[in-house]
């Protein structure tokens, strides 16, 4: 089957550090893959899409130089919380899908505590 | 730019009852996608649901496109249903929906 292995599944950092999540697509090629963020409120915000081959898409209020994405191969994305502040608290989704283009499967998330 | 609403926001049952979670999203181009998540944040999916009706175990998805909505009953309810249910319209990106929090009591 399908899924989606993120690294770590938790971390604090302290305010103004950086950090760095993996997500790792495993079953099939994750031609796309999205980042979430989901609020302690549950909100979804999108905050960039990438695409093997693509320049990589910026959501409004989220950008490169803050998130930088890297996207090297079909089973591979990993993202990067430059100069982490409290307001980039929550949950950091990857979201993965093959080419096929239908469904998109879910990593377990990275929570991202800011102190 | 797209907007999905899910509802009821919350949603108490007692076990062996009926749950009925409604999705309701402004694009006519739907590719909808249901999805369970843990009280621990992993995000499940339930069903990918274009349109018309899927059924797995209890849960079955219902997908109107042309009215635009679509639903997710859940029959005989059991406390490990108990979570936050999205649904999510899928564009050139996944938009989610605003959540329905089951709470299934013994």
């Known amino acids: 089957g399908a899924l989606v292995y993120q690294y770590p599944r938790r971390t604090i950092c302290k305010s103004g550090t950086s950090m760095r999540m993996e997500c790792q697509a495993v079953g099939f090629q994750a031609t796309s893959v999205a980042w979430y963020r989901q609020s302690p409120q549950k909100t979804f915000e999108l905050i960039a899409l990438?695409?093997?081959?693509?320049?990589?898409?910026?959501e409004q209020n989220f950008t490169q130089e803050k998130f930088p994405i890297s996207h090297p191969n079909l089973s591979f994305s990993s993202m990067t919380v430059l100069n982490a502040y409290l307001e980039d608290r929550g949950l950091y989704l990857c979201?993965?899908?093959?080419?096929?283009?239908?469904?998109?499967?879910f990593g377990k998330g990275t929570r991202l505590t800011v102190v | 730019g797209q907007q999905v609403q899910q509802s009821p926001a919350s949603l108490v049952l007692q076990e062996g009852e009926n749950a009925e979670l409604q999705c309701n999203f402004s694009s006519t181009a739907t590719r909808l996608q249901w999805f369970y998540q843990h009280p621990g944040g992993r995000l499940v999916s339930l069903f990918y649901?274009?349109?018309g009706t899927k059924h797995t175990g209890r849960l079955t998805s219902t997908t109107v496109t042309n009215e635009r909505r679509g639903s997710l009953h859940i029959s005989s309810s059991q406390t490990t249903d108990s979570g936050t249910y999205f649904c999510a319209n899928m564009g050139y990106k996944l938009t989610f929906g605003t959540g329905t929090s089951l709470l299934v009591d013994p």
């Open positions: 979201g993965a899908r093959d080419g096929g283009g239908t469904e998109v499967f």
């Open positions: 990438s695409t093997v081959n693509s320049a990589i898409k910026y």
């Open positions: 649901n274009p349109s």
